[in-house]
């Protein structure tokens, strides 16, 4: 996974995201003895725009193919889900070593499956030229964040959940806040639909400063087809100089808001079982629910910041006011003036004037 980390690739997407994950393990089925386990991911979203075609290959998105497998892994895969390939189709080369279905709460999935060897390889799709686009169905959750206010005295920040399920779903909203924005918890406001609703348990942990950010955990029942919102204010607060970052006009970043919940359905649902360590444990792992973590984007506040050229520009008058009185005082200090002897006779003032009349030069 390492050798396709390749920053001009990654960075052209339109999002991505690094994750680690480490937990505990059983080693056998009385878990007797346990074991760490180390989950690195990479999430990227591309765009056909910036690709400049629908047509797709590793070495196109990540800048190189896959030179080898990896030295301390059992077994290297990649999968490649082609259950679109019923509506746009698409041709992998090379062909795949493996078909895979696996059905999954209800919805039927397909892979295809390459093993990677000790040589180098890459994987390539094509498309037909006439592409049909099809309407998107949105997912039964998601989230964003953004904020309220203007200027730099009170603000606000806004949540929204939006359950598009048939059935009411209960939700776990956790959101971790820095210190240096005091919220009010007396100004929150939760709205379904425009309807005031209460949250079935609530937890708030207030910061302190410099010390500890503030909590706020929220279980909330989301009705069907609804549009929930959680508002609430805070204040902007001034910081010690030594507390801003470097580029302190670009802001400061409030976390994202995590919501958790239990869907009851498993469609374009690919997270891996709680009991599962590889992708592959996914596949016909059907379950009465399925974990789903919604994070909301980060939000960018602008506190009030100081000027910091100001320093630089005393610091530059300064110079330039001791650099112009140094020398003057320097000359003044250090040379003296001695009037000067003049030693010429008759002759030699009639010598000069006859050279300048003549236009002789001197040697």
Not at 32 to 52: A, K, M, P, W
Not at 196 to 222: A, D, F, N, T, W
Not at 231 to 255: R, S, T, V
Not at 294 to 319: G, H, K, Q
Request: some cysteine.
């Amino acid at each position: 996974l390492a050798t396709l980390l390749n920053a001009g690739a990654i960075h052209n997407t339109r999002y991505h995201s690094l994750s680690i994950h480490l937990r505990p393990i059983c080693r056998n089925a009385i878990c007797s003895l346990s074991s760490l386990e180390l989950r690195q991911s990479i999430d990227l979203v591309y765009d056909y725009t910036i690709l400049g075609s629908r047509n797709w290959s590793l070495r196109k998105l990540f800048g190189q193919g896959i030179m080898s497998s990896c030295p301390l892994a059992i077994s290297s895969t990649i999968y490649i889900e082609t259950t679109s390939n019923a509506t746009n189709s698409f041709q992998l080369s090379p062909t795949p070593d493996e078909y895979i279905t696996s059905t999954r709460g209800g919805f039927v999935n397909e892979f295809a499956k390459y093993i990677i060897k000790d040589k180098p390889m890459t994987i390539a799709a094509t498309y037909p030229e006439h592409h049909y686009y099809t309407v998107n169905i949105p997912p039964p959750l998601y989230a964003n964040q953004y904020k309220t206010g203007y200027g730099q005295q009170k603000g606000g920040l806004v949540t929204k959940i939006y359950n598009n399920h048939w059935t009411p779903l209960d939700v776990v909203l956790l959101q971790n806040l820095p210190w240096y924005i005091p919220i009010y918890l007396h100004t929150m406001k939760i709205e379904s639909n425009g309807i005031p609703m209460i949250p079935l348990q609530m937890i708030y942990k207030p910061g302190k400063v410099r010390e500890k950010s503030h909590s706020l955990e929220l279980v909330l029942r989301l009705p069907s087809k609804s549009t929930t919102s959680i508002k609430f204010c805070f204040d902007y607060i001034f910081l010690k100089w030594q507390e801003y970052p470097p580029d302190a006009n670009h802001g400061f970043y409030i976390g994202s808001t995590i919501i958790s919940a239990l869907l009851p359905l498993g469609r374009n649902y690919t997270g891996i079982p709680q009991d599962g360590s590889l992708y592959a444990d996914s596949f016909n792992a059907s379950r009465n629910s399925y974990l789903v973590q919604v994070r909301t984007e980060p939000v960018v506040i602008t506190l009030p910041t100081p000027d910091f050229s100001m320093p630089y520009n005393v610091i530059c008058l300064a110079c330039t006011v001791v650099a112009l009185a140094f020398g003057p005082l320097h000359n003044i200090t250090t040379k003296r003036l001695i009037l000067k002897v003049n030693n010429d006779n008759l002759l030699s003032k009639m010598k000069k004037i006859g050279k300048k009349l003549f236009g002789v030069k001197e040697d």
